[in-house]
């Protein structure tokens, strides 16, 4: 992945909203009041890519090769009205099919990726073109193959929310990133996984300022007054699905690496 990788520190599970924090061990509710889905939803899907495989490698989210990451290999790439604008990159959904050759019990997704076109995706409709091991995964043992050879699915689908054992929040700063032009995208969030807005608070200021959304799931900060950013760098994510907000702390390093991968403290649970 990355050559430069900050120390894990310990992690907290938080979410924050209306100004309250709390730790999720403490919130109330059910998930469907977070903004998740019980009930299932029709859909439509694909696959592509190696049986076995994570599709593509790269991906309209940024995310890069997700073999042997946290994602894994159980990704898919979503229709516009999943897919967002980027906005969707990092949800998680449950996918279930109901042909012969499926288990009955539901598979999961993340989303790494744009389907733009196709017998699906191109209808507005939620459609999702999965990963190879995507579509094994949702067949029952030893007829994956059967199911492949299906090409076009009628699914179930719901939204879940995202879980990354023993992985926090992580930001994959860009190449050509400097102290004034900074530009990363965010990795293996928890929760909702879906991001509203991200936003960024320099060394020795209490004001965040507003990130300009670039692609996929990255953004950039541009400076515009000809004095270098100066970090460590706070960063603050929103959740686009219920507002739930993470706050990173010394996320990223003053001297940061271009291309470097760095791991924050902290997490969201739901």
């Excluded at 995202?162 to 293996?188: M, R």
């Excluded at 879906?194 to 950039?220: K, P």
């Excluded at 400076?223 to 706050?247: E, Q, R």
Aim: net charge negative; glycine share 12%.
């Amino acid at each position: 992945m990355g050559s430069s990788v900050v120390l894990r520190q310990p992690t907290v599970l938080l979410w924050i909203a209306l100004a309250s924090v709390l730790p999720v061990a403490h919130c109330s509710g059910s998930l469907e009041a977070s903004g998740y889905t019980a009930s299932w939803l029709p859909g439509h899907a694909t696959w592509y890519g190696d049986p076995y495989g994570e599709g593509s490698s790269g991906g309209a989210c940024g995310y890069t090769e997700l073999a042997g990451t946290p994602y894994g290999l159980s990704v898919g790439a979503g229709s516009a009205v999943i897919y967002q604008n980027g906005q969707g990159c990092g949800e998680c959904y449950e996918v279930k099919c109901t042909y012969p050759s499926c288990k009955p019990t539901p598979s999961r997704i993340v989303i790494t990726d744009f389907c733009p076109g196709g017998t699906f995706c191109s209808t507005g409709e939620p459609a999702f073109d999965l990963s190879g091991m995507a579509m094994t995964n949702m067949a029952l043992p030893g007829r994956d193959q059967e199911l492949r050879n299906l090409g076009l699915y009628e699914i179930q689908y719901r939204r879940v929310p995202c879980y990354y054992p023993n992985q926090n929040v992580a930001f994959k700063v860009d190449p050509g990133s400097t102290p004034f032009w900074l530009s990363f995208t965010i990795e293996y969030q928890g929760g909702p996984g879906d991001i509203e807005s991200v936003a960024i608070r320099q060394a020795g200021s209490s004001e965040f300022q507003q990130m300009q959304h670039n692609w996929g799931a990255n953004y950039m900060l541009i400076c515009y007054s000809g004095k270098p950013f100066k970090g460590p760098y706070d960063v603050m994510i929103t959740a686009k699905l219920n507002g739930h907000v993470l706050i990173a702390q010394d996320a990223i390093p003053e001297y940061f690496q271009p291309g470097g991968i760095y791991e924050s403290n902290v997490q969201l649970g739901y």
